[in-house]
Nanobody, 117 residues
Framework: QVQLQESGGGLVQAGESLRLSCTAS????????MAWFRQAPGKERQFVAG????????WHVNSVKGRFTISRDTVKNTVDLQMNSLKPEDTAVYYC??????????WGQGTQVTVSS
């Protein structure tokens, strides 16, 4: 079974950047449209950005538009999230998975992003 693994999180100051990466063991991500989600303390997991199988179409929630960019590398079998101009409200655990709940893969452990003001 495909297992997702997120990496790249850390502690940064407001205005700085991070690049998150999603990899998969036991399968290839190129079979799927993929998305990034985040879950802040005490809140539900929410969608952040998605990308289609080819990488030609992406979509981002309004709160991250112009700051975050989702991309994929089919050779490396990764789906990345470039996060620029980070804000304290971006603090959350970030996860990758399929954008639609139908057929969604088991969740990975996520990667913690903490943005200090």
């Amino acid at each position: 079974q495909v297992q997702l693994q997120e990496s790249g999180g850390g502690l940064v100051q407001a205005g700085e950047s991070l690049r998150l990466s999603c990899t998969a063991s036991g399968g290839t991500l190129s079979k799927y449209a993929m998305a990034w989600f985040r879950q802040a303390p005490g809140k539900e997991r929410q969608f952040v950005a998605g990308i289609d199988r080819s990488g030609s179409s992406t979509w981002h929630v309004n709160s991250v538009k112009g700051r975050f960019t989702i991309s994929r590398d089919t050779v490396k079998n990764t789906v990345d999230l470039q996060m620029n101009s980070l804000k304290p409200e971006d603090t959350a655990v970030y996860y990758c998975n399929l954008p639609d709940s139908a057929g969604r893969l088991p969740w990975g452990q996520g990667t913690q992003v903490t943005v200090s003001s």
